[in-house]
């Protein structure tokens, strides 16, 4: 009888421990606070104000969602004040204007966001587009320099990381273009004649 009584027992602790593992589990199925935060979330375009002496301001919209890192990187330089005094050294009238190097600070190369580096960046390079520029042979090699396109250069897309649109003062990137006297077919400004960059705010 004594037997019987602790089998009984020990049978009633095993349906109450099964019971209460499986209250447990469809709890935590049912309780919607433990579900992932969902994908794909668009991020907010970052708004950029670049003054340059003489010309006066661009505004650029920044698109993060297609190239998180570089608008990233952009953003703190800007922030930083890294760009102000910088200058546009390198100018194609008809193609881009590109500037924003200094060869006296070394700084962490970025991520090259664009296709034929595995990313999937859908900006093109139509005319008032920004883009980073960087070393031919080495897609991960951008820093700080970038380029604003003057007109459209769709045959760069998929190989620079373009990532952002001139809102208001492409009439100003024009005629820094238009004005500029390379001084070889690569666009390269004398000293005394690049353009230079006031400023670089992020405003929003």
């Given at each position: 009888?004594?037997?019987?009584?602790?089998?009984?027992?020990?049978?009633?602790?095993?349906?109450?421990?099964?019971?209460?593992?499986?209250?447990?589990?469809?709890?935590?199925?049912?309780?919607?606070?433990?579900?992932?935060?969902?994908?794909?979330?668009?991020?907010?375009?970052?708004?950029?104000?670049?003054?340059?002496?003489?010309?006066?301001?661009?505004?650029?919209?920044?698109?993060?969602?297609?190239?998180?890192?570089?608008?990233?990187?952009?953003?703190?330089?800007?922030?930083?004040?890294?760009?102000?005094?910088?200058?546009?050294?390198?100018?194609?009238?008809?193609?881009?204007?590109?500037g924003?190097?200094?060869?006296?600070?070394?700084?962490e190369?970025?991520?090259?966001?664009?296709?034929?580096?595995?990313?999937?960046?859908?900006?093109?390079?139509?005319?008032?587009?920004?883009?980073?520029?960087?070393?031919?042979?080495?897609?991960?090699?951008?820093?700080?320099?970038?380029?604003?396109?003057?007109?459209?250069?769709?045959?760069?897309?998929?190989?620079?990381?373009?990532?952002?649109?001139?809102?208001?003062?492409?009439?100003i990137?024009?005629?820094i273009?238009?004005?500029?006297?390379?001084?070889?077919?690569?666009?390269?400004?004398?000293?005394?004649?690049?353009?230079?960059?006031?400023?670089?705010?992020?405003?929003?």
């Open positions: 009888m004594k037997k019987i009584l602790i089998l009984l027992l020990s049978l009633m602790l095993i349906f109450t421990f099964m019971t209460a593992c499986g209250g447990d589990q469809a709890t935590e199925q049912e309780d919607p606070g433990d579900a992932p935060a969902s994908d794909g979330e668009l991020v907010a375009p970052r708004i950029v104000k670049m003054t340059i002496k003489d010309y006066g301001t661009i505004t650029l919209e920044l698109d993060p969602n297609e190239a998180p890192e570089t608008v990233r990187n952009f953003c703190d330089l800007a922030a930083s004040g890294f760009y102000d005094g910088l200058k546009f050294h390198r100018i194609m009238d008809g193609f881009m204007i590109q924003g190097g200094n060869e006296e600070v070394e700084l190369p970025i991520v090259g966001e664009f296709a034929s580096n595995g990313y999937n960046n859908t900006i093109s390079h139509k005319e008032g587009v920004i883009s980073m520029a960087r070393f031919p042979n080495d897609p991960n090699s951008a820093t700080s320099q970038f380029f604003i396109t003057v007109a459209d250069d769709s045959f760069l897309d998929g190989d620079y990381a373009a990532f952002g649109y001139v809102t208001e003062g492409l009439d990137c024009k005629q273009a238009a004005d500029s006297n390379p001084i070889d077919d690569n666009g390269t400004i004398p000293e005394e004649e690049q353009p230079i960059i006031e400023s670089v705010e992020v405003v929003d």
